[in-house]
């Protein structure tokens, strides 16, 4: 009688599973784990061709060799994310990738400390939506890359961790506040006789206050004068760049997105701008084509977020 073998333990490597060679799906796939740092086998089922259960064998055979890791943190929000295991990167895999990447590779994802879990959910999220975006890429034939294939990434010559990050001044009222931004996301788009266009994506899980009193506190009303007060001084482009870009924001809720949209329209003359486009994560992850999605300006005006489908 035929005997299945023993389920491996999921949080717990098998170190007798034998020496693994990576092949070059393999480094697909720890490509695609370095630059989305948190994701599951349906974003990668999205991404690269091939069976399911091809996929989850070799993400586990990944495991057990070492070269990814899985959070378990994601046990405490089970509810929230599904049943379908998170991976990361490991040093490793981190190792194995920048020998082949011909760009600079993320660092490896915070899995230290009580926050992760409340996190993680949040980084699941972006990943939604960064994969739908580099999937519609694909599809319309559109070059996609990521911040360490910027221009900015190609030039350090130590293949230094890229990461976006910059600060600008604001000055409400007579105080002078340093403010810090970092992007849950971002990406440019290049058809063959066009330039790249840059965005950068905030997502929006209904976490963080809309407005307070004063910008001394965070809220999303502080990110909109600081990527506002980002593109007035110039800073992407003097440390990274990036001539011009638009924000993404994606919110969780109808409901929440119009709040959203009417603290940026109050922070502009006329009560509108292309510089924000928004759409609901619900309504964009439905479709096949991410692009097809209308979005919208802070006014509610339809745009879609290539210009040359624009409504």
């Given amino acids: 009688m035929h005997q299945s073998r023993p389920r491996k333990p999921r949080f717990k490597r098998v170190t007798d599973s034998g020496r693994l060679i990576l092949t070059?799906?393999?480094?697909?796939?720890?490509?695609?784990?370095?630059?989305?740092?948190?994701?599951?086998?349906?974003?990668?089922?999205?991404?690269?061709?091939?069976?399911?259960?091809?996929?989850?064998?070799?993400?586990?055979?990944?495991?057990?060799?070492?070269?990814?890791?899985?959070?378990?943190?994601?046990?405490?929000?089970?509810?929230?994310?599904?049943?379908?295991?998170?991976?990361?990167?490991?040093?490793?895999?981190?190792?194995?990738?920048?020998?082949?990447?011909?760009?600079?590779?993320q660092s490896l994802p915070n899995q230290k400390g009580t926050t992760v879990a409340l996190s993680l959910s949040h980084s699941l999220r972006v990943t939604d939506v960064l994969v739908a975006m580099e999937a519609a890429a694909t599809a319309r034939a559109l070059t996609i890359r990521w911040p360490q294939e910027w221009p900015f990434?190609?030039?350090?010559?130590?293949?230094?961790?890229?990461?976006?990050?910059?600060?600008?001044?604001?000055?409400?009222?007579?105080?002078?506040?340093?403010?810090?931004q970092i992007p849950d996301g971002a990406f440019s788009l290049q058809s063959p006789?066009?330039?790249?266009?840059?965005?950068?994506?905030?997502?929006?899980?209904?976490?963080?206050?809309?407005?307070?009193?004063?910008?001394?506190?965070?809220?999303?009303?502080r990110k909109i004068l600081s990527y506002k007060e980002t593109r007035r001084q110039g800073v992407l482009w003097s440390r990274f760049q990036i001539p011009a870009f638009r924000v993404l924001v994606v919110a969780e809720s109808r409901r929440r997105l119009f709040s959203l949209q009417q603290a940026t329209a109050s922070t502009f003359k006329n009560g509108e701008s292309k510089m924000f486009l928004f759409a609901v994560a619900s309504e964009l992850l439905v479709q096949d084509d991410a692009f097809r999605q209308c979005w919208e300006t802070c006014s509610g005006k339809k745009v879609w977020i290539l210009p040359a489908y624009n409504v």
């Fill in 193 to 221: 006789d066009s330039e790249p266009q840059y965005y950068i994506m905030e997502v929006d899980r209904g976490t963080m206050p809309v407005i307070r009193k004063g910008i001394s506190q965070s809220s999303f009303h």
């Fill in 153 to 180: 990434g190609q030039s350090a010559p130590d293949r230094r961790s890229v990461r976006l990050k910059w600060s600008v001044t604001l000055k409400p009222g007579h105080e002078i506040l340093k403010a810090w």
């Fill in 24 to 105: 070059d799906r393999d480094l697909g796939i720890l490509s695609a784990v370095g630059r989305l740092r948190f994701l599951q086998s349906h974003h990668l089922l999205k991404l690269l061709p091939g069976s399911r259960q091809h996929l989850v064998r070799r993400l586990g055979r990944l495991f057990h060799a070492g070269f990814l890791d899985r959070p378990v943190q994601q046990m405490y929000i089970r509810d929230n994310i599904g049943q379908m295991i998170v991976y990361c990167l490991t040093k490793r895999g981190l190792k194995a990738l920048s020998e082949h990447a011909s760009y600079q590779v």
